[in-house]
């Protein structure tokens, strides 16, 4: 790639001298470390589970894959194609979304994913990069023609999928979906007094969800009275503390051995056990990079799409990234979130991968004589 010339007017060329290689960059940096983590946790649950040791890896080396080659076709994409793009996933994600009250799995009380062969999907995590977009084309839309309601349909895109992730319940999924549309209002003009009107709302909501969802109460009396269950996150702690600054080497840690879900929600737990505090702040790093340079890239960008767009692309990312590793950390109440393309999950990986592509897509230098 480096070879390219700027002179080449090639669509790889041109891909090459407008991408953000940096994010680029750090993405691939991410998606190695799932790697790495794959091989470090995933054997050992396999093997408890009574599975063959290379199940997971071989899942996730294909669902990293499938995942790169979705961000480098997707950051090929125009703005007007990632709309059409968001769209389309946005309703599809929704009809799938309501058909898991139907059809869906049940796992732990909840009904969030499809069964396919040889997988299980969770639809509601494509909402989150393609609500982001089609929010930001409704809220832009209203911007440009004051006669077109594009913030009421926003509203009324929000309020069904709001309803959607109630039924499942999947609480945290709408909390990070809410987090994301109140940025994009904020970003659109919202005064501050009613974005603080919406804290409040929000407020009252999790105090509803406390009332309404046993699972939601019991996380959040083990989290502040240390009383229950507390067995996953006091197992995480210890493993962080037995890590130290540098680890105690690849494949000596003990936690991926007696937590249920060491490759998957507490795959964090796992790199601060073999590999250190060191190798911890970095992947800390790796995301809050990503989530600042992509918020750096709009201080010089005109269309509200793109802004609107991108900011909640990487809100979504980075408290996605933020839910995990505090969970992990005992700083929030456990939420059972994956920690982006270092988690194993196929529907994470891909919906993840999905965002950022359209993120490198709408961040892209583009000349004049490019279509929007």
């Keep these: ?41 995933s054997p050992a ?39 059409r793009l968001a769209i389309a996933g946005c309703l599809v994600a929704l009809a799938l979304t309501a058909a898991t009250m139907v059809m869906g799995v049940e796992i732990k009380g909840a009904r969030r994913w ?52 109630k039924s499942q319940p999947d609480i945290g999924m709408l909390a990070v979906v809410t987090a994301v549309f109140l ?59 037995n890590g130290g600054l540098l680890g105690r080497g690849p494949g000596e840690g003990h936690v991926k051995d007696v937590l249920p879900d060491a490759h998957a929600d507490f795959v964090f737990a796992v790199a601060g056990e073999e590999f250190g505090m060191l190798i911890c702040v970095i992947i800390l790093s790796v995301f809050a990079f990503i989530v600042m340079r992509g918020l750096l890239r709009l201080l010089r960008e005109q269309d509200p799409f793109i802004v609107l767009s991108c900011t909640g692309l990487v809100t979504g990312f980075g408290l996605q990234a933020l839910v995990n590793m505090a969970s992990t950390l005992h700083l929030i109440p456990t ?22 592509g359209m993120l490198l897509a709408l961040t892209r230098r583009r000349s004049r004589d490019e279509p929007p």
């Design 45 to 83: 649950v396999a093997e408890r589970i009574g599975t063959s040791r290379e199940t997971f890896i071989l899942k996730q080396v294909v669902f990293l894959a499938v995942a790169l080659v979705i961000i480098l076709l997707v950051s090929l994409m125009s703005p007007r194609d990632i709309k």
């Design 183 to 241: 940025a994009q209002l904020y970003i659109d003009g919202l005064p501050l007094i009613l974005v603080g009107a919406a804290i409040g709302m929000i407020g009252g909501g999790s105090v509803l969800a406390y009332t309404i969802f046993p699972h939601v109460r019991s996380r959040v009396t083990r989290f502040w009275d240390g009383t229950g269950d507390n067995y996953q996150v006091t197992t995480a702690l210890e493993a962080f503390g």
């Design 335 to 356: 939420k059972g979130m994956t920690l982006p393309f270092i988690s194993y999950g196929g529907s994470s990986v891909i919906a993840v991968a999905l965002g950022m």
């Design 1 to 41: 790639m480096s070879s390219l010339s700027r002179a080449d007017d090639s669509v790889l060329g041109r891909w090459w001298w407008s991408i953000d290689r940096w994010i680029l960059g750090a993405i691939g940096v991410l998606i190695g470390f799932g790697y790495i983590m794959m091989l470090a946790a």
């Design 114 to 165: 499809i069964s396919l062969p040889g997988m299980t999907i969770q639809p509601s995590e494509f909402l989150k990069p393609c609500f982001a977009v089609v929010a930001a084309w409704l809220l832009s839309s209203a911007r440009k023609s004051p006669r077109f309601p594009g913030r009421l349909l926003a509203f009324g895109v929000f309020v069904l999928i709001l309803l959607l992730l």
